[in-house]
């Protein structure tokens, strides 16, 4: 079997931190406010010069392409003065676990370099996105860095970017997103410069993490969802249209989808003459995280070719 389902570990570790849930006045949130980039023409040029090798039969390259592939990694944990506790290390733990057990079927492991704790209350809003990567970015441009942030909010570029500018409606997070990150930047080169990609990495809000205080949105998806991105994803509904002429997210085997899924509902078909149905229960739908189950064997490819050819080795 490919794909098996998140939700029963993410039940468990849920339940493992009941007792750090804090109650919040959060009734509803869309997960509509991944906020990012859309990809630019060089992007979406590598996108089909990588898809098209995987349609070529197997050769040395590809077999590189099937070992196993391990990425080093750093969390950084930002919160305001006031939120200074609102991250445990039990939640770091669990955060990590289920991001290596959601990755297990595409063979790519996490290794954990090292965790950093800040209290600074403009990096926890992101008000100064530069400036939190140029003092905290750690390892060249193949080592993941994902930010946790207590009050992470995005810029209005990101959200104008991204195409969808609702934002969760709540009292305490009236102008929060639940993250978002970079795509792989094909003009970066071994050589390059760390400047070059000083900003690449995820953001992620910090009370999404298993245990944190987001309702629907506290199992840890949200990390997992974004580095999809990181590793060249896009998301089932990009281009959100059933026009035969909408590329999507340029993987076969997630049927095409012209809007992303709200919540999590027992069966949705937005494109209803197009095969098969919405693929609701895939990270990189904006899916509530109980609902989050996989991604497809086609994503799976997609992200290790994609490695191979955008961040292994720089
Ligand atoms: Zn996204």
Redesign the pocket.
């Known amino acids: 079997m490919v794909c098996h389902s998140l939700a029963p570990f993410v039940v468990l570790v849920a339940a493992l931190f009941l007792r750090q849930v804090q109650c919040s006045p959060v009734v509803f949130e869309k997960r509509g406010i ?1 906020a ?1 980039e859309d990809p630019d023409t060089t992007f979406l040029s590598a996108i089909e010069h990588v898809k098209t090798d995987e349609t070529q039969p197997t050769d040395a390259g590809s077999e590189a392409r099937k070992g196993p592939i391990e990425i080093e990694t750093w969390f950084h944990i930002i919160t305001s003065s006031a939120e200074r506790d609102q991250v445990s290390d039990d939640m770091i733990a669990s955060q990590f676990s289920i991001l290596q057990y959601a990755y297990e079927n595409a063979a790519i492991r996490y290794r954990l370099r090292g965790v950093t704790r800040h209290v600074n209350d403009a990096w926890a809003r992101n008000a100064d996105d530069l400036g939190m990567k140029a003092a905290l970015r750690k390892g060249t441009y193949q080592t993941l860095n994902v930010y946790f942030q207590t009050d992470l909010q995005a810029s209005p570029g990101q959200a104008g970017r ?1 195409g969808r500018p609702e934002i969760p409606r709540t009292n305490d997070l009236s102008s929060s997103v639940l ?3 970079t795509l792989p930047d094909p003009s970066v080169n071994a050589s390059s410069p760390r400047a070059d990609y000083i900003k690449d990495g995820c953001n992620v809000l910090a009370n999404t993490m298993p245990g944190g205080s987001l309702d629907l949105y506290n199992r840890g998806g949200t990390a997992i ?2 580095i ?2 990181w590793n060249g994803l896009l ?1 089932t509904f990009q281009g959100e249209s059933c026009s035969a002429d909408n590329p999507g997210d340029y993987i076969a085997d997630t049927p095409q989808q012209s809007s992303p899924t709200d919540g999590c509902p027992a069966r949705r078909d937005s494109c209803p003459h197009s095969p098969g149905l919405d693929p609701i229960h895939d990270f ?1 739908d ?1 899916s509530s995280d109980v609902c989050y189950e996989s991604f497809t064997p086609g994503q799976n490819e997609r992200m290790r070719n994609m490695w191979v050819s955008m961040r292994a080795g720089k």
Do not use: K, L, S, V
Request: aromatic share 16%; proline share 0%.
């Open positions: 991944c990012a991204e993250g978002f990150c969802h974004e999809g991105h998301h990189m904006y």
